[in-house]
């Protein structure tokens, strides 16, 4: 499970060498395009960040010997759950609270 942890930070420093946008070919035609790409990379990195900071925290579970226990209720999270998604924090109660919470 470390190691399939350690591979995602990897695979996650690879892309995060992400994509900036080249100025010069950007023609007067192309500046919608550019400017909608622009916005997507920019979404791309956001979600690149958030989930490498979801690793790293996952990571630092495994250091403390608190790994696939959740952060809200300190139950262990369901197997399932963490098949899916290693990196997961919460078990499903209280992920879909925090959902709620924010919406
Ligand atoms: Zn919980």
């Known amino acids: 499970?470390?190691?399939e942890l350690t591979g995602l930070g990897?695979?996650?420093e690879e892309a995060a060498g992400i994509v900036e946008l080249d100025q010069?070919?950007?023609?007067r035609l192309s500046r919608m395009d550019a400017l909608q790409g622009q916005?997507?990379?920019q979404e791309?990195?956001?979600r690149r960040e958030i989930e490498l900071r979801r690793i790293a925290a996952a990571l630092r579970r495994i250091a403390r010997g608190d790994f696939g226990f959740?952060?809200?209720c300190d139950e262990p999270i369901e197997h399932k759950r963490l098949d899916f998604d290693p990196a997961v924090a919460q078990c499903i109660a209280c992920a879909e609270k925090a959902?709620?919470?924010?919406?």
Do not use: L, N, W
Not at 24 to 27: H, Q
Not at 99 to 103: L, T, V
């Open 99 to 103: 959902e709620q919470g924010r919406g």
């Open 44 to 46: 791309r990195g956001r």
């Open 39 to 41: 916005a997507m990379s």
């Open 70 to 72: 959740c952060t809200g």
């Open 1 to 3: 499970m470390q190691q």
């Open 10 to 12: 990897q695979t996650g």
């Open 24 to 27: 010069t070919s950007v023609g």
